[in-house]
């Protein structure tokens, strides 16, 4: 036992690559392409039966390297799954938990799923295209990335600086 929390490893790994929770609870090491000199996990491919039907790979951050490699060195001999302690239904669970203990519980909607959305609007507030949020969450259509990747004023502000930077206008 390391002293992890899966499902706090879960939560991280579901903010960082915009993964559904099925497609993290289903994932599979073979599904890693780990570094053979360092032994991260530089990507994490998504297998054609996810909810939008196609496959995709996603890069890894630090923080979803670190707790692979940690999830890796625990995990019991021969399994295949990275999350195997966890089912959905538990995950929901221990989502449920933390909102209660919190006091969060007055937001009905603030689920597990939130932590797609706040991957797309990461992503979005960092400056990556709509095609690129679309290509990485695995969503089939621009619509869809539009619901997810909400933006705070200080984005669109920022937009308009780095706008201003790039053209650098001279006056006179």
């Known amino acids: 036992n390391t002293g992890r929390s899966s499902a706090a490893d879960l939560v991280a790994l579901l903010i960082d690559t915009g993964f559904r929770l099925s497609e993290a609870i289903r994932m599979e090491w073979r599904q890693a392409d780990v570094d053979p000199q360092t032994g991260d996990v530089e990507w994490v491919r998504i ?17 979803v390297k670190a707790l692979l490699k940690a999830r890796r060195e625990a995990r019991p001999e021969g399994e295949r799954r990275v999350f195997h302690d966890l089912t959905v239904d538990a995950a929901q669970w221990a989502w449920e938990c933390v909102r209660t203990n919190q006091k969060m519980t007055d937001d009905p909607e603030f689920v597990l799923h939130c932590c797609r959305h706040t991957f797309a609007s990461r992503l979005a507030m960092s400056g990556a295209t709509l095609p690129e949020i679309k290509e990485l ?8 990335v539009m619901r997810y990747a909400h933006l705070c004023p200080d984005s ?15 006056v006179g």
Do not use: H, Q
Not at 157 to 169: D, H, P
């Open 137 to 144: 969450g695995g969503w089939k259509t621009l619509a869809m």
């Open 156 to 170: 669109k502000a920022n937009a308009i600086k780095r706008m201003e930077a790039r053209s650098a206008l001279k």
């Open 47 to 63: 297998l054609k039966d996810n909810k939008a039907d196609y496959p995709r790979s996603v890069p890894t951050t630090a923080r």
